[in-house]
């Protein structure tokens, strides 16, 4: 391990004692005799514990310059860190955390504020990374001798730097106070500038810096940026300037986080279209006993697109000192397309989507196909964010619908919910909230997994028949066609159909308990009959496992089963089932305006939530 100090030696002759005061020295003392003396570099080599004195051409000067960043991850920029420089992961880790400024603080005319090559708002500052740039010692140094910041070609269309031009003691606070204050942060690195020469600060000063983040990790981009400041020596005898001394700084850009059920709701977004009031009202009592806000797109907005669910998904961007909300935009693009960039998209509130380029977008890339489980240990290890869950083809077939591997590649590239592939191309719309969802639970691992069940669909309903009830009807007062629980136990093909989808369901069962650690007590089977369509498989009532999960409060689709003494037989057993972990049901009719089309209320619904109180940079990697 070597370690520089960045010391600038001065003196026309005679001898020189370094200070084990220095904060930058070990202690010791070194005297070094020399006429006349030149720069210095003194290097701290282990294990040998020696030290070296490597000499330079020009003058000598006692100076300390750091490029400072928050690399304890406190909030705060310490004073040159030996951390710095370099980026690791875990409760003792360090390095310091850089967002994506991927929100907008423009209402009007609004774009993403990394697409602007400015600040535009001082407001806009708060979203980006401090870094300082601290000097201590003369007044001035001998002319030619500068200080020029640089980064890598990669990373420039990452990062950008702009600079404080405001006095040193001018602070962010202050700045708040004012309109406008563009003139004063110019950019210094970033795009096609790599590099740029920054004003020297002599004597004990400090210059702000703010460090803006341009992309999310992705494939081709794991998200650790550096940046650099150099000592330059001025040419000399046609020789060009040469670096003798630079500091580094490492930030690692914050990756996108999802949030599963079990945290607490902020707001219920749903669609208001012609045919869905019934489901709107129901809507609204639910969302205001969970004491969150319900916020509807009118039709004008949406277009007749419902499926809110399917559009976006909700997640967040952190960091020691700042923290918003950032939806993701499906590559499905409905008629709901312009929802998440004309409402959502604004001032801590974030986007980014990924678009599938020369490559026809599937069902399976609707959002209803992307769910994360609740923090989970497996074998040991700790998954505290949950695990991202998709939708896609059986592993082994050679044709089938899969998630566009721009939007797995980002997934996977966030790294801190690792994703889990399981088979949903067995359905005809493919998304995995059509036969699993999560709820919270008060005891064993503090929620339980649902997955839709044919099995127990045809046990509760052989149970009806059993009990006298076999002349029961389902869809009774619809204005469907109605069945008997006799007629739908003699229907051969609806079993043999219920049997492939049950075989698929256990495939997956299996998937779920290796990857989450779950045992057969961590899951609970609902009473769910599919049909077939088109070769692929939809539900034949209303699917209670697409529900809407508001703290201990449940939203499910109304799946009008056979009655027994007045009460749907269905909604009695889930009713039953969620009671015993402290669970509230609240039967929504969406059998016109969503079941017909193919979707439920979950489909039908989204919720942003709160963030995890877990720091995403404490993760053991």
Known sequence: MVISMNLWLHFSSGYISLAPSLNFLPVALFELQMAPLRYISLVYSRPKAAYELQWHRGPVYLTEISLDVDADRDGQVERNNPNKGSWMWG?????????????????????????????TRVSDLKDMSPMVLRTSGPAKLPEGYKLTMHISQGDAECVRVFRSTAGMHQTLKKNLFYKSFVKDYPLVVGGEDLSKEVPCL???????????????PDKDFEGLI????????????????????TDRVVFRVAPWIMTPNTLDPVEVFVCSTTDNDPFLKRMRRLVKNSGCKLKICPEDMNRGDRWMQDEIEFGYIDSPHQRFPVVLDSPRDGDLQDFPYDVLLGQDFGYVTRTAYGKEVSSLDSFGNLEVSPPVTVNGKNYPLGRI???????????GRNMTKVVQDFLWAQKVQEPIALFSDWLLVGHVDE??????AP????????????????????????????????????????I?????????????????????????????????????????DLPILFHVMENRAVAYYPDMVNMIVLGKNLGIPKPFGPKVDGRCALEAEMTSLMEGLGLS?????????YHKLLGEVHCGSNVRREPFSFKWWNLEM
């Open 226 to 245: 550096s940046i650099n400041l150099s000592m330059l020596e001025p040419s000399s005898q046609g020789f060009p300037e040469t670096p003798i001394f």
């Open 484 to 524: 008997t629980v006799d007629e739908i136990l003699s229907d051969e093909k609806l079993k043999a159909e219920n049997n492939y989808v049950q075989s698929c369901i256990d495939w997956n069962r299996d998937v779920l308990k290796r990857e989450l650690g779950l045992d057969d007590d961590d899951i609970i």
């Open 202 to 216: 002599w004597g004990n000063a400090e210059m702000n810096f703010y460090v803006e983040g341009l992309r999310f």
């Open 91 to 119: 409760p003792n880790g360090h390095g310091a955390i850089l967002l994506v400024n991927c929100d907008s603080e423009h209402t009007c005319r609004k774009s993403l504020d990394s697409e602007h090559a400015e600040v």
């Open 435 to 440: 036969f699993m969802t999560f709820v919270p």
């Open 389 to 399: 869950i998709i939708g896609v083809a059986f592993p082994t077939a050679t044709k």
């Open 585 to 593: 049901c609240t039967y929504i009719d969406d059998f016109a305006s």
């Open 443 to 482: 005891d064993k691992k503090g929620f339980r997994l649902l997955l839709a069940s044919p099995d127990a669909s045809y046990k509760l309903f052989r149970g009806l028949q059993n009990g006298g009830h076999g002349q029961a009807k389902m869809f009774d007062g619809l204005g469907a066609e109605e």
